[in-house]
């Protein structure tokens, strides 16, 4: 999962298994999360997104799960392919920041390395 | 449709050059907004604009300025670089709506002050 530090904490996984990256927020005001991709030397990509008053939301090959309980969303990528090799991070919005993410507090991301 | 565009790609400056980066959105967004990043600081919000006509202070203002030129286009000006603002630069944009208030981002520059 995302942590703080100079170095990205990071997952690898085989070719065609199933990814899973964490993500602890901080805000239990938040009620809206997003979870983005961002390749090497590339401007940062919306992958999907969920608000507070759901807990699963599938997207194509990924599905955001939120545990409000304890303040975690995780991201689930299935079959993994080498495109998927990025940065993943996510993002958080607390709920009394009205229409408008000028509030959105980014997580510093974890690695995901693919192996053919 | 190319979504948010941000120019130069690339820029190496001196300490005490000026330099504007420019962006532009065609996805008739009403907020706008400029992002630093760094290694092991994520996203860090410099300015950003709610609607066309007003800018506000984020996280990390100091040494910058902005100008919502139009609706589509928001460019952030560093007056006098210093090597502390050699980083990578990301625009986004935003429009709330009750299901969805995402921030799209463009390709970012890369500035390095010497």
């Known amino acids: 999962g995302e942590s703080v530090g100079l170095h990205l904490p990071t997952l690898s996984v085989q070719e065609g298994d199933n990814s899973i990256i964490n993500c602890a927020y901080s805000n239990s005001a938040s009620d809206y999360f997003i979870w983005y991709k961002q390749e090497s030397g590339k401007g940062p990509q919306f992958i999907i997104d969920i608000r507070s008053n759901m807990d699963k939301r599938q997207g194509q090959r990924v599905t955001v799960l939120l545990n409000k309980t304890v303040k975690h969303l995780s991201l689930q990528i299935a079959a993994t392919q080498p495109g998927d090799s990025a940065v993943y991070f996510c993002a958080e919005e607390p709920g009394d920041s009205g229409a408008g993410s000028y509030q959105l507090t980014f997580g510093k991301g974890t690695k995901l390395s693919v192996i053919p | 449709n190319a979504g948010v565009t941000q120019t130069p790609k690339f820029q190496v400056l001196k300490t005490g050059q000026s330099m504007t980066l420019q962006c532009a959105q065609d996805m008739n967004h009403n907020s706008m907004y400029w992002y630093r990043q760094d290694p092991g600081m994520g996203l860090r919000l410099i300015y950003y604009?709610?609607?066309?006509?007003?800018?506000d202070k984020g996280e990390v203002p100091n040494g910058y300025n902005v100008s919502r030129l139009n609706k589509r286009e928001f460019s952030l000006r560093l007056e006098s670089a210093a090597p502390s603002q050699t980083s990578v630069y990301f625009c986004?944009?935003?429009?709330?709506?009750?299901?969805?208030?995402?921030?799209?981002f463009g390709p970012g520059t890369r500035l390095t002050v010497l």
């Open positions: 604009s709610a609607s066309e006509g007003t800018t």
């Open positions: 986004a944009s935003s429009e709330w709506d009750i299901s969805t208030d995402t921030q799209y």
